[in-house]
């Protein structure tokens, strides 16, 4: 039994962004209808952020709501679920508009699951993954929702590369959760500081298909 306890514990800590806030609904989200003109770009936050509080900038539309405070299958299902109905409910209204979609940690896991859920029926979009719990090495290994998948629970457990053929770029630096090989002693300090830049969604182009690992750039291999 301590040994589960113990095992919880640490799950429970993965993948936290260091953020000490509340959690907002997500019906509390400002939901005006975004311009169908230019990129519809749309974000989700890591573990403990918020929809107005996720660090992402630049010229964002929509930030995702949905529960954060414990990273587990549950609460990256009801992030899959929400970022899915924000994003079709904008292609509906704009058919022919491109669709960005950034995700940090808790939040790459859950735009990672929705490109993987969705690819064979949506066009135009492409995905932004930073420190992916669900990276599948390599380069380096997989993400730390590997170990801990049997505690976190599907979706966010396991591994994979199910891009399809939408354009995903994938960053993780020297980070425990995006790669067990880095070391769980690099966590949290290297997953909450090593991504200064990369925030800014307006750094990233509509077609990147890539991989930047430790500061290095590497082609897709999906």
């Known amino acids: 039994m301590r040994a589960k306890r113990m095992a919880a514990t640490s799950a429970g800590l993965l993948l936290t962004a260091g ?17 169908c ?12 952020s ?16 949905y529960p954060t405070q ?15 109905r924000l ?11 491109h669709v960005k979609i950034g995700g940090y940690s808790l939040g790459a896991a859950v735009v990672h699951t929705w490109v993987t859920e969705n690819w064979q029926t949506f066009d135009k979009v492409n995905a932004i993954l930073i420190s992916d719990p669900k990276r599948q090495g390599g380069p380096g290994a997989n993400g730390g929702a590997v ?20 354009p995903v770029k994938t960053i993780c630096h020297w980070d425990y959760v995006c ?3 880095a070391g769980i002693w690099t966590y949290p300090h290297n997953h909450i500081n090593n991504y200064p830049n990369d925030f800014n ?4 182009n509509n077609s990147a298909n890539e991989q930047w690992y430790n500061g290095a750039w590497h082609p897709a291999s999906w």
């Open 201 to 204: 969604m307006d750094h990233h």
């Open 50 to 65: 918020s929809w107005n509080n996720d660090g992402f900038t630049g010229n964002i539309q929509q930030h995702v709501g």
């Open 70 to 84: 414990i990273p587990n299958g549950a609460s990256a299902r009801a992030g899959v679920n929400e970022l899915n």
């Open 37 to 48: 003109h230019g990129t519809y770009t749309i974000v989700v936050g890591g573990t403990g």
């Open 147 to 166: 170990p801990f998948g049997g505690i976190v629970g599907a979706p966010l457990a396991g591994a994979d590369r199910f891009f399809g053929n939408v």
């Open 19 to 35: 953020l000490s806030v509340t959690q907002t609904s997500a019906a509390q989200a400002a939901e005006a209808a975004a311009p």
């Open 179 to 181: 790669d067990e090989s």
């Open 87 to 97: 994003v079709r409910d904008q292609r509906a209204a704009c058919p022919n508009q």
